[in-house]
């Protein structure tokens, strides 16, 4: 990290986040939903997928699934139809299914409000567990980091690792956990919307000053 940006850490970090959330103030996941079992199945689909994408084929779906017994019964076949637009549905629509029957065998049908049991059920790992807490539950437990947060985390140079599991401990310790969540949404916003992986927005981007990848290639 720059010496520059260690020198003044603390001041910096308060006004990333603070410049980042004037262009983003209604932070929140983009993909649509009305209950918890909704954004759970949500997230699922959204593995390796746009919420764009997702929300495109969720309505008819949701419309159709009411609740986790409803998934249970319906064939794999039937699940499919209505997510047939989404990368990889087949193990999407089994995945959905086997995790409505695990919400039925030991959540009495409830979408868990804690890292523990979230991890126990089929299609959700570490950083869908972060999103459910955070965007159902208002619970903070850890940094959501996805393709979007990695590439921003590393071209700030808040972490130097390769792997989501050790980005997430970088940002974890250079954070107060008080903004993990706000992290975990703006980082995922300016990934996807400024700081793309080819030509990135530099020239639009409102953290440029801060950002070690744009200082060094001089965009």
Known sequence: ????????????????????????????SELNY???LDFMVAVILSAQATDKGVNKATPKLFARFRNAKDYVKASVSEIESYISSINYFHTKALRVKKACQVLIDNFS????????????IPGIGRKSANVILQNIFQISQGVVVDTHVSRVSTRLDFSRNKTPEKI????????????????????????????????PKCNKCTIYNYCNFAQKTKI
């Open 1 to 28: 990290m720059p010496r520059c940006f260690i020198k003044n850490m603390n001041s910096n970090l308060t006004l990333i986040v603070e410049t980042l959330k004037k262009e983003w103030p209604n932070l929140k």
């Open 109 to 120: 049908s409830k979408v868990p409000s804690n890292m523990e049991d979230l991890l126990k």
């Open 34 to 36: 009305s209950t918890p």
């Open 168 to 199: 997430e401990e970088d940002l974890m310790k250079i954070f107060p956990k008080n903004l993990w969540q706000d992290i975990s949404n703006l980082f995922v916003l300016h990934g996807r919307y400024t700081c793309t992986s080819r030509n």
